[in-house]
């Protein structure tokens, strides 16, 4: 599949519509300005901005808590494009404050997992979820202690050991997926302390483009994804990079359906962060820059 699809115009002032200096960005509405204007202040339909946090001085969060591009807006039309239904077990890959998280599984029923590298970052997110009522864990160590105590009871060879430990991570995994629950765990996305075949659905928002190589991302999430599991992702990428970015993910055992333009999500984001006040500047043309949304389907 190649090429950007496009979705249409949205009428200014609809509901779903945010209004910004740059123009207006809205799920279905994939218009981009050729460049936009740098105002002193910027101001927008949903709120005042809010910080993250002391320990994110150059990040902001949009008032519904996101740091991506598109913000919940786009996170909603992912998880239906998808097919997120309740009781679908879904790791949220760089999963941040666990924003996109909590919507997912409050809106759309889904068992939460999330990851990221910034310890910062998960004790955030616990304390969200904490606030919402639900009992935080850690995937990695709830596995880790379950297979320590099952290898040092066994006195068998270490083969048989390890066969324990293996399925002891499994099933502490198996054990997470329930009402109320929330597994946040600190490590890298190339490396997840999950068993293979184990969720039905992976979401990765602006996490990828961190990555000098995001193939063997798109690996490890193949392997923590069931057969037809569904795997999402939105992020940044060069518009004449479109087509190598899908490359990968056939390559790497994923079908794309839907592979849709948000750039607009991108200059809405960076009017709706006010981030003129650091002092850094978008590019004036944004002609070569697109952020794209993909859904696909693990073979």
Known sequence: MSGLSSCGNVRPGSSDSIIYPGGIYH????ALPESISHPASVSHTGGSVLPVSSVLPDCTALPDGTIHPGSLRLTSRAAKLAGITPGMKLLDVGC???A???FLSRKYGALPFGIDSSHDMIRLARSRFTAAGM????ASESASTSASILASASESASTS??????ASITASSSALASENTVSLTVCGADALPFPDAFFDAVICECTLSIFADAGDIYLEMFRVLKQNGMFISSDICETGRVEELQTSLDKSGFDLFRFEDHRSAL???????NCFQ??????????????????CKRR
């Open 96 to 98: 941040g404050t666990g």
């Open 278 to 295: 650091t002092g850094w500047r978008p590019p004036s043309s944004m002609k070569n820059v697109t952020y794209y949304l993909a859904i």
């Open 27 to 30: 799920p279905d509405c994939t």
């Open 267 to 273: 200059v809405t984001y960076i009017a709706e962060l």
């Open 100 to 102: 996109s998280l909590e």
């Open 135 to 138: 009992i935080t864990v850690s």
């Open 161 to 166: 050991a390890s066969i324990l430990a293996s």
